[in-house]
């Protein structure tokens, strides 16, 4: 027998004359025992990657807000133009570039600023008709339908 397996074995045995005899339940203080012996202690919190304050680029920005890059790109288009002087219809976002092919890059708080900016409240969403199956718009909203169809 090697050295290694002796002090499991007598472990065993002293959980099988603590248990009288029950195999199962020696088998599983056994187990117990034995994996928080070897239990690792929890590593450090991950550091972050980048600290808060740092400009995010546009791929990053798009994955904070939800969007895809080419849906974000069409906000920073619109961003120049209104910068221009030129009338955009839609919402604009604050964004740096040193230059014009220089990388766009974004604070989080200009991120955070542009969702509370553009947030719609619940009580002030109407409800959007649905067609039902005659043709007939529904005015009841789908969250208040029970489910039974026409």
């Given amino acids: 027998m ?28 056994t187990l117990a025992h034995l994996m928080l012996e070897h239990q690792e202690e929890p590593a450090e919190p991950p550091i972050p990657k980048s600290p808060p304050n740092r400009l995010l680029s546009l791929k990053e920005a798009a994955d904070y807000l939800g969007y895809t890059v080419n849906g974000l790109r069409k906000l920073v288009d619109r961003a120049r133009a209104s910068h221009r002087g030129k009338y955009t219809e839609g919402p604009t976002i604050q964004l740096f570039q040193s230059t ?31 067609v039902r199956k005659r043709g007939r718009p529904s005015t009841i909203p789908p969250s208040h339908r029970d489910g039974f169809s026409d």
Avoid at 19 to 26: F, R, S, V, Y
Avoid at 103 to 126: C, G, Q, S, T
């Fill in 2 to 29: 090697t050295d290694e397996i002796k002090p499991t074995l007598d472990l065993f045995t002293r959980f099988r004359e603590a248990t009288g005899g029950d195999g199962l339940a020696t088998a599983f203080l």
């Fill in 100 to 130: 014009n092919h220089a990388p766009i890059r974004f604070k989080r708080e200009w991120l955070d600023e542009f969702v509370k900016d553009h947030r719609i409240e619940a009580k002030h969403i109407k409800p959007v008709p649905t």
